[in-house]
T-cell receptor, first 113, second 110 residues
Framework: DTAVSQTPKYLVTQMGNDKSIKCEQNLGHDTMYWYKQDSKKFLKIMFSYNNKELIINETVPNRFSPKSPDKAHLNLHINSLELGDSAVYFCASSQGRGGETQYFGPGTRLLVL | DAKTTQPTSMDCAEGRAANLPCNHSTISGNEYVYWYRQIHSQGPQYIIH???NNETNEMASLIITEDRKSSTLILPHATLRDTAVYYCIVRRIGNEKLTFGTGTRLTIIP
């Protein structure tokens, strides 16, 4: 049983397209996150949701829009993809929002051509 | 959250203890020390965390100095599967964010 799962694992697309990445956790956690790891391997938080409410929104272009239909899912929609969006995107979850241990998914490797 | 300093890379022989140091000289009393690792092409994996006491779990031990300005992660019997980048993160209690640095690339040598 995968605790935090992401789909797709790989995503190759053209500049200007719109794409979505899905994340699901079966841990019963109520906080979920999106992180981005760029080509230099720096891992940075993008968003966090607690019980479907946005609680962290780092300086991320408006083209990125997270959506949480329920507390077990946090999807990331990206409009008008740019070359610089190529990265590995990791979803994570934790119990509570007060600095609990975060558990990460396997990542989605996005390549924009 | 306080900044951390880690060596860029380390090697360790298989079967020996791997000791990974971390400096966090500006740590505050309400900040935890967390360790995560990232094995190639995988998501970060939680290892251990502590506030001021030493901690041990099935994966590792965490030794925090009395002044809390540095810590050491110990993998007691390193295996090839422990080859990864290890991140030391200082995180304020109640802060949802994990701020990753550049970490230490640990290579276990057969």
């Amino acid at each position: 049983d995968t605790a935090v799962s992401q789909t797709p694992k790989y995503l190759v697309t053209q500049m200007g397209n719109d794409k979505s990445i899905k994340c699901e956790q079966n841990l019963g956690h109520d906080t979920m996150y999106w992180y981005k790891q760029d080509s230099k391997k720096f891992l940075k938080i993008m968003f966090s949701y607690n019980n479907k409410e946005l609680i962290i929104n780092e300086t991320v272009p408006n083209r990125f829009s997270p959506k949480s239909p329920d507390k077990a899912h946090l999807n990331l929609h990206i409009n008008s993809l740019e070359l610089g969006d190529s990265a590995v995107y990791f979803c994570a979850s934790s119990q509570g929002r007060g600095g609990e241990t975060q558990y990460f998914g396997p990542g989605t490797r996005l390549l924009v051509l | 959250d306080a900044k951390t300093t880690q060596p860029t890379s380390m090697d360790c022989a298989e079967g020996r203890a791997a000791n990974l140091p971390c400096n966090h000289s500006t740590i505050s009393g309400n900040e935890y020390v967390y360790w995560y690792r990232q094995i190639h092409s995988q998501g970060p994996q939680y290892i251990i965390h502590g506030l001021k006491n030493n901690e041990t779990n099935e994966m590792a031990s965490l030794i925090i100095t009395e002044d809390r300005k540095s810590s050491t992660l110990i993998l007691p019997h390193a295996t090839l599967r422990d080859t990864a980048v290890y991140y030391c993160i200082v995180r304020r209690i109640g802060n949802e964010k994990l701020t990753f640095g550049t970490g230490t690339r640990l290579t276990i040598i057969p």
